[in-house]
Every structure is written in structure tokens, then in C-alpha cells.
């Protein structure tokens, strides 16, 4: 019978959620890492009891954990993140030049036909890829190297790469975003990359359509359409139809199109989901209502979810990594709240439930559909 | 024998049960006692020096002997105290809450 593992990493330790298909029981394992920040948890398709994650703090930095049997044990990997030759520098928020460094590692995508090969994104703003199974870790220079490189500027958060999306039809096409340079695209399995924000505006930066500087928060695809990407940025919610080479606004009657998350309905390409935030200076939900939206027109026409969701005197914010799409025939929708709660629908957003009403803040949200 | 005492969260990562002790040749020196500690213990590397500068990360401090030893050389002789495996050497995390 078919089951779900849903990954979460919080401000202090990761959480291990599993349940049956029908998704109305929970077994609920952690804290594991206790203390630790866990920016991210994925397990790999080709093995889905490989599971890699990201840990760090402030006091000791990096650790990266592996686990080869679905999470019951794990060990630590390689933690070394070397930039490729003289690091240089990109812009600071002041506009000075500001030396590249490693912080984090904020993302995690394994390989979708080998295990051992996994990629990290860092910050400040880097892809890096380990084909041992995580031991040791070597950048793909040609994103950083771009020319636009030096005029990258940190987000708010940092100057952080949160998005990997690899093509599952193309090996050798991959997109990543970052904030707030902006979205970029691979050809060539990684050597050269080209920006990709034609259409995005960004009012923020002194050229609202420049080639990069934009604050892009979450792109999302569907593996049977990998050249269609939706992305929430800062602000707006965009939909791209030639894999990245243009973008149109697809925020339509949406209460703010300010949010972080964005992501794609299993089974249907063009039904997608957010979850509005008030604004940049307001992070939780506009009314004190938690609600993701829902367009079953791949943009535009949005309808609001809020079954089992708090309605009143909701003042958390749903952050970039949380939101996970299972692939059961009715397809598990999950997000986890920087107030703790992880929610569940197992009926494509129609109902929720909390899983865990109080955990530490959520980081991220993943889940594993397991047969 | 020289004793480490390291903080809770990186013995629990280490797998350490109370304090760590290790043999080091030579000049007993923050540098050689951290050599040997990593040697002894991959996954700490990283975690209380950087990879590649070898620099103490900013919020942790060595103490031993009641004195506060961070800023000193890393090549620094250690007091007589921890060579003789009388006192440990402290490596402590900052004090934070969040």
C-alpha cells in the first residue's frame, strides 16, 4: 500500500512525518539534529531511502547528513564548500563589492536517476554538486562566473541559491534561482548559464527590467512540462512557456501576489498553488487568514482554500521551501508555517488538517510518495 | 594525554561521551591539539575552525587553565596544565540564545 513521508526542517531539528495513503494518521519522529537549523531535507527519486540534509548553525556552520535508510539513521558527509579559484566579490546591500563566502547551504536536489549524485545551493550564491554520495562537494563555476556575477545583491535573507530544478526530460538543462539576482538556465549540464528574467519588473532596482538584481522567491514545474516554470517572486506571480526566455504576470485576482512558495499539482500541469503574504514589511497572511490559493488555469483565475485553515489571528508566514506536492491519485498538498504548523490536504488543497500544530519554525517542507 | 572538552552539540554530532582524549606528537599548540582532535574526528572539521583559513569560528572560544585563550597563536604553546593532561582545553560555544 502507498504511503507519504513528508521531510520538515525547522529552526531547531528536523522532523520525520509518515503516514498511510489515506493521510489521516501520523507517526511523527524527531527532533533529529536537535538545536540544529535544518534549511533542508530531499530524498533522491531513483532511492527513496537516500535521503540527503542540510544542518547548520551559527556556532559551528555546515554539516550535511546522509541517510541510507529513509531516515532511521544518518550520517555526516562532506562539509566542505570551496568556490572555484579567486572567489571575488559581488554587490553588498550598500552597493559596495562584498567578498564571496560560504554561509549555508539552503537547498538540496538529488539526481533523479542517481542516488549518489546530489546538488547543493548556497549561499552566497553558488551550485555546487557531489557525485560521491555527498563526501565531497565541487562548484559549477559557470553560474557565479556569469559576467553578471559581481552585480549580484543579497535578499534580505542573504544572498542565497534556493531553487535547483533539473529537467527530467533534458539532463543537461537545469534552472536555479536566486535572491535577488534572479533566475538562470543551464544547456550544457552546468558549464554555462544565462539569465533568464526577461519580463520580470521589479520596482526595488533602480532598472525594474534589468537582466538580473530580481528577487525571485520559488519557481516550481511539472515534470511532464519542464519547459513550463511558474515562479513566485518578491512580488508578482510569473508563468513562463519557453522555459524561462519570457515571463508573464499571472497574479490576476489574487489578494497580494507577494509570497514565497509556489508549486504544481501532480497529475494536473496547470493547477498550481500559492500562499499570499500581506507584503515585504508584513510577512503572514493578509487578514489574519491562512489561505493558499489555487488556479486550475495555470494562472490568473485564483480560487481561495481555507477548509481547516486558522481564520482569524493568523500571523505566520509560510517561507520559500515549505510547500510539498505528493503524488498519490489524490494528490497530498503540505506546507509548514514559521509558527510551527505543518498542514496537510490529501485532496488537492480542498480540506486541510495540521499534522504538528508546534514545532519550531518551519524551514522546509518535503515530501516522498512511497509504494 | 591530552583532554578536550567540547561543547554538548558537537559531541552529541561526534558521538563523543564526555571529554575526548588524545595523544599529540610534538609542540602541544591550539593547532595540534585541533589536528589531532579533526584526525580523531572528521565531522568536526568545519565546525570550530573554517575549512580553509583555519580561523576559530566567530562563536566559539578556547579556554584553559581559567584564561581565555582565542586570541592567542594558534602556534601558541599551551600552559604546562594541558600538556600534562592536569587541565582540559575548553572549547566553548558563545553563550545565545534563538
Not at chain 1, 532511492?47 to 555546515?62: E, H, K, T, V
Not at chain 1, 556575477?149 to 533534458?170: K, N, V
Not at chain 1, 507577494?258 to 500562499?275: K, L, M, Q, R, W
Amino acid at each position: 500500500m502507498s504511503s507519504v513521508r513528508v521531510l520538515v526542517g525547522t529552526h531547531k531539528g528536523a522532523f520525520v512525518l509518515t503516514s498511510d495513503g489515506k493521510r489521516e494518521r501520523w507517526d511523527v519522529s524527531g527532533p533529529h539534529f536537535a538545536g540544529w537549523e535544518i534549511y533542508h531535507m530531499k530524498g533522491s527519486p531513483a532511492d527513496p531511502n537516500r535521503l540527503y540534509a542540510s544542518q547548520c548553525s551559527g556556532w559551528s556552520g555546515q554539516v550535511i547528513q546522509r541517510s541510507n535508510d529513509g531516515g532511521k539513521t544518518w550520517e555526516p558527509v562532506g562539509n566542505q564548500f570551496a568556490y572555484e579559484g579567486e572567489a571575488g566579490t559581488h554587490q553588498w546591500y550598500d552597493g559596495t563589492p562584498h567578498p564571496w563566502a560560504f554561509k549555508r547551504v539552503w537547498h538540496l536536489e538529488p539526481s533523479l536517476t542517481d542516488p549518489d549524485t546530489v546538488y547543493a545551493g548556497i549561499e552566497d550564491a553558488a551550485l555546487f554538486r557531489s557525485a560521491d554520495a555527498g563526501q565531497t562537494w565541487q562548484e559549477l563555476p559557470g553560474l557565479r562566473g556569469h559576467g553578471s556575477g559581481p552585480r549580484w545583491q543579497p535578499g534580505a535573507g542573504g544572498l542565497c541559491l534556493h531553487t535547483i530544478l533539473l529537467d527530467p526530460s533534458d539532463p543537461n538543462r537545469m534552472f536555479i534561482a536566486i535572491s535577488a539576482a534572479g533566475a538562470f538556465r543551464t544547456d550544457d549540464g552546468g558549464k554555462t548559464w544565462r539569465p533568464i528574467n526577461r519580463g520580470l519588473h521589479s520596482q526595488y532596482i533602480p532598472d525594474p527590467m534589468a537582466e538580473v538584481g530580481h528577487c525571485v522567491h520559488r519557481m516550481a514545474m511539472h515534470r511532464s512540462r519542464p519547459g513550463v516554470l511558474f515562479m513566485q517572486k518578491h512580488w508578482d506571480v510569473m508563468r513562463s512557456d519557453n522555459a524561462g526566455d519570457s515571463w508573464q504576470e499571472i497574479s490576476g485576482n489574487l489578494p497580494t501576489d507577494f509570497g514565497f512558495v509556489v508549486d504544481v499539482h501532480a497529475h494536473e500541469p496547470e493547477t498550481i498553488y500559492v500562499v499570499p503574504i500581506k507584503s515585504d514589511g508584513e510577512h503572514y497572511p493578509p487578514e489574519g487568514k491562512l489561505r493558499v490559493y489555487r488556479s486550475r488555469k495555470g494562472g490568473n483565475e485564483w480560487e481561495a482554500l481555507s477548509d481547516g485553515l486558522p481564520q482569524s489571528n493568523c500571523y505566520v508566514n509560510v517561507l520559500r521551501d515549505a510547500m510539498a506536492i505528493d503524488s498519490l491519485d489524490s494528490c497530498g498538498v503540505y506546507f509548514g508555517t514559521t509558527g510551527g504548523q505543518v498542514y496537510a490536504s490529501p485532496d488537492a488543497g480542498d480540506h486541510w488538517m495540521p499534522i504538528v500544530r508546534d514545532l519550531p519554525a518551519v524551514l522546509s517542507v518535503e515530501v516522498q510518495t512511497l509504494q | 594525554m591530552i583532554r578536550v572538552v567540547l561543547p554538548a552539540h558537537l559531541r552529541t554530532l561526534a558521538h563523543i561521551d564526555g571529554e575526548v582524549k588524545l595523544d599529540v606528537t610534538g609542540a602541544v599548540t591550539q593547532r595540534a591539539v585541533l589536528d589531532a582532535l579533526e584526525a580523531a574526528y572528521p565531522t568536526l572539521r568545519g565546525t570550530i575552525r573554517d575549512h580553509l583559513t583555519q580561523q576559530r569560528r566567530a562563536f566559539v572560544r578556547f579556554f584553559a587553565c581559567q584564561e581565555d585563550l582565542s586570541h592567542e597563536s594558534p602556534d601558541a604553546p599551551l600552559p604546562e596544565a594541558v600538556v600534562k593532561g592536569m587541565e582540559p582545553f575548553l572549547v566553548v560555544a558563545a553563550i545565545a540564545g534563538g
